[in-house]
């Protein structure tokens, strides 16, 4: 078994817990419900006003309380040792572009984008990564909860009373569920973060039957909303990434490292069974799949100018912007969008960015499957750009960075209550 941290001790409180941050009885300071809130109204950027909605403020509000943490520290981390010379790289580009190309470039919209992920990613690691495993636990969960209730309510009155809420659409074209947002993707995305939080949580900790039900219900309520939302990008990230989960859980089981080897070989050997023999038919539902999207086959022809953005600026790229089709378009692909806002320095940063962080979460592989989640989705759209994806890589960041020993992997989460001290299984 992966050892376990230290469950939180109720004689050491962290340094900041003086003052506003007063931490209630479940644990969690006040002030860590403007992040709550924020992950919650993450897809609703209907209500934005410039790039700039209410998720964005709180978020933002959040992780400046802890600016003196990462302005102060070393590049310790993969998300440090990433988004400084990613940004930098960026910045080149979108300077570049806007002399060159100006029709194609997003300019100061699209560099404080940018910016605001690398700060809330940093706010989130450091605000973070003091704390104990049950106290990110549980920000982690009340994010869910809070989902979960507030988009049912938002399901319900779309349904009963209006299909806008304050002037801001609740279902994009009628027929896919976007929870406010201008476009389903910001909530598939925040769906797929929130469903394989939940697995790693029953997964990985020992729960109580009642927070064992919470968390069965906010990944099958998150499930659902992956459908309603209708994305095929989503749906192929929630099976990829699902089938992965299953097997390193399976993988996780076994208790001898002989029988974890042996699961591992048989698992591989059917994969590449599999695939060495239902290539083609794969090849061919995958297609039919992609094909009933109406913009399904679209994103190849996009795929196809990538050489356009590498032919002007192959080395630091043109910035954010929309560099697909002669500027007409985006490319609708985290990777090839990396290639023309970033060039090829941006390329290596982020395939360095992606070993590296493979090789931190592998204290804990089941971390692996929110991550590829991610990535999958990457695949034909653009994740990157979306406040879940940073917030919830850093919270896997956090978890595999926290110290854990072997007893105390058997206390149950969450802990006793303060008042009683901690009782060894």
Not at 215 to 240: D, E, G, K, W, Y
Request: glycine share 8%; charged share 15%.
């Amino acid at each position: 078994m992966i050892p376990r941290t230290q469950a939180a001790d109720p004689a050491t409180k962290p340094a900041d817990a003086a003052g506003f941050r007063f931490v209630r009885g479940n644990g969690i300071a006040w002030f860590d419900y403007l992040l709550i809130i924020g992950i919650m109204m993450a897809p609703m950027t209907g209500l934005r006003l410039w790039k700039i909605g209410p998720s964005e403020l709180l978020c933002f509000i959040w992780s400046t309380r802890y600016l003196g943490h990462f302005m102060n520290t070393r590049f310790d981390n993969p998300l440090t040792r990433f988004w400084w010379p990613f940004f930098l790289t960026l910045l080149a580009g979108t300077v570049y572009c806007l002399f060159r190309y100006p029709s194609e470039s997003s300019g100061l919209e699209g560099v404080m984008t940018w910016f605001f992920m690398m700060y809330i990613s940093f706010g989130v690691y450091y605000g973070m990564k003091d704390r104990s495993r049950q106290e990110v636990l549980r920000v982690m969960e009340k994010a869910g909860v809070f989902s979960m209730v507030w988009y049912t309510l938002l399901l319900i009155y779309s349904r009963a009373v209006s299909g806008y809420l304050f002037g801001v659409r609740l279902w994009y074209g009628g027929a896919r569920f976007a929870g406010g947002g201008r476009n389903p993707h910001q909530m598939a995305i925040l769906a797929l973060c929130l469903v394989f939080a939940s697995l790693y949580v029953l997964a990985r900790e020992r729960l109580r039957l009642k927070k064992r039900a919470l968390h069965m219900m906010i990944a099958a309520f998150f499930t659902v909303i992956l459908f309603l939302t209708r994305s095929t990008t989503a749906l192929m990230a929630l099976f990829a990434s699902g089938a992965l989960f299953l097997a390193l859980a399976a993988i996780q089981y076994k208790q001898a490292i002989r029988d974890r080897q042996v699961l591992t070989i048989v698992l591989l050997s059917l994969g590449a069974l599999v695939v060495a023999f239902g290539a083609v038919w794969l090849y061919q539902k995958f297609m039919d799949w992609v094909a009933a999207d109406p913009n399904g086959l679209h994103r190849f022809q996009l795929f196809a100018y990538i050489r356009d953005p590498l032919t002007k600026s192959p080395l630091f790229g043109l910035g954010d912007g929309t560099h697909s089709n002669a500027g007409i378009s985006e490319f609708h692909n985290s990777y090839l969008e990396i290639i023309g806002m970033t060039g090829v320095i941006g390329v290596i940063l982020f395939i360095i960015f992606t070993f590296r962080l493979i090789k931190t979460l592998s204290i804990d592989r089941l971390l692996w499957a929110l991550p590829f989640a991610l990535y999958i989705y990457g695949l034909a759209g653009f994740g990157l750009r979306r406040l879940p994806n940073w917030v919830f890589i850093g919270f896997m960041l956090v978890l595999a960075a926290l110290p854990q020993t072997r007893d105390e992997a058997e206390k149950t989460w969450p802990t006793a209550p303060e008042s009683e001290p901690a009782r060894h299984g």
